[in-house]
T-cell receptor
Framework: NAGVTQTPKFRILKIGQSMTLQCAQD?????MYWYRQDPGMGLKLIYY???????DKGEVPNGYNVSRSTTEDFPLRLELAAPSQTSVYFC??????????????FGPGTRLTVT | RKEVEQDPGPFNVPEGATVAFNCTYS??????FFWYRQDCRKEPKLLMS???SGNEDGRFTAQLNRASQYISLLIRDSKLSDSATYLC???????????FGKGTSLLVTP
């Protein structure tokens, strides 16, 4: 059981380039999330998905796109990278449901620098 | 108003000390909470869940005070490895994503 995995671990992009951050989970979780975390700041929700084929915007979706074709995978696409997108990106998942026992599990993160 | 409020710290304590963090929450309907721990530049990891009045796991004790709407985390016999940021997170009462703030920074010194 690998949990939540993310690739790549590190990436340097030039301004205007595009890339896809990969995220996969093997816990059969319906809910999946993408966060970004800037230095000294909390996590900000970019996009989330409550199941295959269903995605929705979070707090900071501009400049990003997502898709969810399977329960396991939730890739995040950056189009036309900008320096403001330099950050650490975390993918997370959890079981559907409210209240206790439905904690989120995080991947190890992707550290992205845009220069 | 933010869903939770935590003192960002940093809390600097000597090894072996006892330290407590408080977290106040605004939604009186919140039934459960999580304490997550985040090491520098790493992903948050679940430390403890808090459902009723509290929970204890080794050196860590979490207490929930519904009347005053706060949750506390007590760390006894602090270790150098306890240095991290501790995040108080309400369970999902509605909606889909948990709300992660900046947390409280703890530095345990020799």
């Amino acid at each position: 059981n690998a949990g939540v995995t993310q690739t790549p671990k590190f990436r340097i992009l030039k301004i205007g380039q595009s890339m896809t951050l990969q995220c996969a989970q093997d816990m059969n979780h319906n809910y999946m999330y993408w966060y970004r975390q800037d230095p000294g700041m909390g996590l900000k929700l970019i996009y989330y998905s409550v199941g295959a084929g269903i995605t929705d915007k979070g707090e900071v979706p501009n400049g990003y796109n997502v898709s969810r074709s399977t329960t396991e995978d939730f890739p995040l696409r950056l189009e036309l990278a900008a320096p403001s997108q330099t950050s650490v990106y975390f993918c997370a998942s959890r079981q559907s449901g409210t209240g206790g026992g439905y904690e989120q599990y995080f991947g190890p993160g992707t550290r992205l620098t845009v220069t | 108003r933010k869903e939770v409020e935590q003192d960002p710290g940093p809390f600097n304590v000597p090894e072996g000390a006892t330290v407590a963090f408080n977290c106040t929450y605004s939604n009186s309907a919140s039934q459960s909470f999580f304490w997550y721990r985040q090491d520098c530049r790493k992903e948050p990891k679940l430390l403890m869940s808090v459902y009723s009045s509290g929970n204890e796991d080794g050196r860590f004790t979490a207490q929930l005070n519904r009347a005053s709407q706060y949750i506390s985390l007590l760390i006894r016999d602090s270790k150098l490895s306890d240095s991290a940021t501790y995040l108080c997170v309400p369970g999902a009462n509605s909606g889909y994503a948990l709300n992660f703030g900046k947390g409280t920074s703890l530095l345990v010194t020799p």
